[in-house]
């Protein structure tokens, strides 16, 4: 028996078996579901063949190219530079040193020394003596004396006095609260039951597996050896050394010797002498004698009466009134909950209630009635008797003594010494040195060296190196794995599922609530309060004071001073100084100074500056081309055959 037909059976007797819903006509033939049927299940199986198809790779491969690159690499050479040297040289020189010589001589000379002599003098002179002298005035004068009287007045007063009535008030209010109830009611519904059939279905598929090969290829490439060549470079430079030679040279110079020559010479002074004399001056003197006149005055005295006035005042008074006033009451928020709705919802087959939102809602409170005492302002005109006080001038005559001092000039001699200044001119003789300078000429030889630079030239020999590239060829082996696909067939079980809907009829019981809204009516009670306001008279009695003002006179005795000057003549003795010129002689002794050069050798350094060429190592960077072999890749296509499974009918 053919395989094919072996596996159509085998297929058959499968369906047979796990199909529970096959009838008998035609052994469930044409009556397999839609979703189960396919082609691969009737028709028999198709062998794959195997074809070749050409498929274009693309392979890397890695090649090397020269890059040449230029590079600095380090050179020494000598360089030549000029070091400057410093040394000390003694040269000798010669000064002159000043030698100073002191001696003293004695000097007579006059001094005018004052001398001062004190004598009495005898002055008169007059003075005048006051004399106090005193006797009784009267003086009349006039004392305003209050006299106070206590009365009694009655006032009239009407006060409003406040009387309150409290009473209460009943006011209604409405009160709407919600009332919720709960019911229930039944509701049928249809539901689908879900059937499962579950079978497994055989499927098919072609599997490619990979085979990998390994291989050599030979690949060439270049390469280039560096190769380093050493030459010889002679270079020429010049360096210079110092020459040194010893010279002397004459140096003429003038020193001064110094000639001291003494002599002498008279100078003249003058001297002040002091000459006293006596005399006698006549000299004037006013003197004061005291007289005593008497004048009559009229004066003026002020006398205070009082004087009493009337006049209207106006007085701010005023009483207190009860005013009734409303006063609303507060606006109060409250939140409210509108009715609810009921919903049928058709998949769950139940009633839902859906409460209405919360609403905010703004309610009047209730008022409150508030007495309040408000001040009512009055004018009222009151009478003020006011005392004020005048002044009364008063005149009188009154005698008053009158002293008066008199000058009068008298003639007095007074004795007094001048004293006078005479120059007088006197000589005496003065020790004079005149220092005269003698020149005198000298030579000195003074050594110095020249320093001179001589040139001298010089070869050194640089080694220097040359690089030459020397290209190589080479092969090397690169290995490579190529994969070709084979195919393999194999069976896989899938397994399904049909599903089929069973009607079914539930009952469910859905609660739901209403809320209805019922109106309370209450009544509050309420105090209220009424106050009126009742006059009421009643009389006080205001005591006040009255003054009166009393004249009375009187007399009283004053002393009066009066001051007369006595005229008196005193002697005083006052002391006179007088000064006179005294000559004295004195000495003093005078230093002189003589100046003698002495010639003095030295000697000084010098500092002398030599050069000399100092040889020193120095780097540079010497730029040099250097060749690499750089890599790099490069893709080449590759064409190879590939197996393909191509399904084929035998």
Not at 180 to 189: F, N, S
Not at 446 to 474: A, D, F, K, S
Request: include cysteine.
């Amino acid at each position: 028996m053919n395989r094919h037909h072996v596996g159509f059976l085998t297929a058959i007797a499968w369906l047979v078996w796990f199909s529970p819903s096959l009838e008998a006509a035609h052994c469930g033939f044409s009556h397999y579901p839609d979703s189960c049927v396919a082609p691969q299940q009737i028709a028999p199986p198709l062998m794959p063949c195997i074809a070749y198809r050409t498929v274009t790779e693309y392979q890397s491969e890695t090649q090397y190219r020269p890059v040449q690159r230029t590079v600095m690499r380090p050179e020494t050479y000598t360089v030549s530079r000029p070091v400057n040297e410093t040394h000390m040289e003694a040269v000798p020189y010669t000064t002159s040193r000043p030698v100073y010589q002191q001696h003293q001589s004695v000097q007579t000379y006059m001094v005018n020394r004052v001398e001062y002599d004190t004598h009495m003098q005898e002055q008169r002179y007059t003075v005048n003596r006051p004399v106090v002298r005193e006797f009784p005035v009267e003086i009349p004068y006039t004392v305003n004396r209050p006299v106070y009287e206590q009365h009694v007045r009655q006032i009239s007063r009407t006060v409003m006095r406040p009387v309150v009535n409290e009473y209460v008030v009943q006011i209604p209010y409405t009160i709407r609260r919600p009332v919720y109830e709960q019911h229930v009611h039944e509701r049928t519904y249809t539901i689908n039951r879900p059937v499962v059939q579950t079978f497994e279905v055989p499927v098919h598929y072609t599997v490619n597996r990979a085979v990998y090969e390994n291989h050599l290829r030979e690949v060439q490439y270049t390469t280039y050896r560096r190769e380093v060549e050493c030459y010889q470079e002679p270079v020429n430079y010049t360096t210079q050394y110092p020459v040194y030679e010893q010279h002397v040279r004459e140096q003429r110079y003038t020193t001064y010797r110094n000639d001291v020559q003494t002599y002498q010479e008279p100078v003249q002074y003058t001297v002040n002498r002091n000459v006293t004399e006596q005399q006698v001056r006549t000299v004037p003197v006013t003197r004061y004698r005291t007289e005593t006149d008497y004048r009559t005055e009229e004066r003026t005295s002020y006398v205070v009466e009082p004087v009493t006035v009337q006049r209207t005042v106006p007085v701010q008074s005023g009483s207190y009134e009860t005013i009734s006033e409303y006063i609303p009451g507060p606006v109060v928020t409250r939140m409210i909950r509108l009715p609810g709705t009921s919903s049928f919802d058709p998949c769950t087959c139940t009633t839902q209630y859906c409460p209405g939102p919360c609403v905010e809602q703004q309610i009047q409170c209730a008022g409150r009635t508030v007495c309040r005492q408000v001040w009512v302002p009055r004018t009222e005109c009151k009478i003020i008797c006011e005392t004020q006080y005048v002044r009364r001038p008063v005149t009188h005559t009154v005698n008053i003594p009158c002293t008066r001092t008199v000058p009068y000039t008298e003639t007095m001699c007074i004795p007094y010494t001048t004293c006078r200044i005479v120059p007088e001119t006197l000589t005496r003789m003065v020790t004079r040195c005149v220092v005269n300078r003698i020149p005198e000429e000298k030579v000195i030889q003074i050594p110095y060296t020249t320093c001179r630079m001589e040139t001298q030239n010089h070869t050194r020999y640089i080694t220097r190196y040359r690089t030459h590239t020397i290209p190589e060829v080479q092969t090397r082996q690169i290995p490579y794995t190529t994969c070709r696909m084979v195919p393999e067939t194999h069976t896989r079980y899938i397994t399904r599922r049909h599903v089929s809907y069973v009607p079914e009829t539930r009952t469910v019981q859905v609660p739901y609530t209403t809320c209805r809204i019922e109106t309370d009516t209450f009544v509050r009670c309420v105090p209220r309060r009424d106050v009126r306001m009742v006059p009421e008279t009643y009389t006080q009695d205001v005591p006040y004071t009255t003054c009166r003002i009393e004249r009375d006179t009187h007399v009283r005795t004053a002393m009066r001073r009066t001051i007369e000057n006595v005229p008196e003549e005193c002697v005083r003795y006052y002391p006179v100084r007088t000064a006179r010129t005294v000559q004295e002689p004195r000495q003093r002794t005078v230093c002189h100074t003589t100046v003698n050069y002495v010639q003095e050798q030295h000697c000084r350094y010098v500092p002398r500056v030599t050069t000399r060429m100092e040889q020193y190592q120095c780097t540079r960077m010497v730029p040099e081309t250097v060749c690499e072999m750089v890599p790099y890749t490069v893709c080449r296509p590759v064409t190879r055959c590939v197996p393909v499974c191509v399904p084929c009918c035998e």
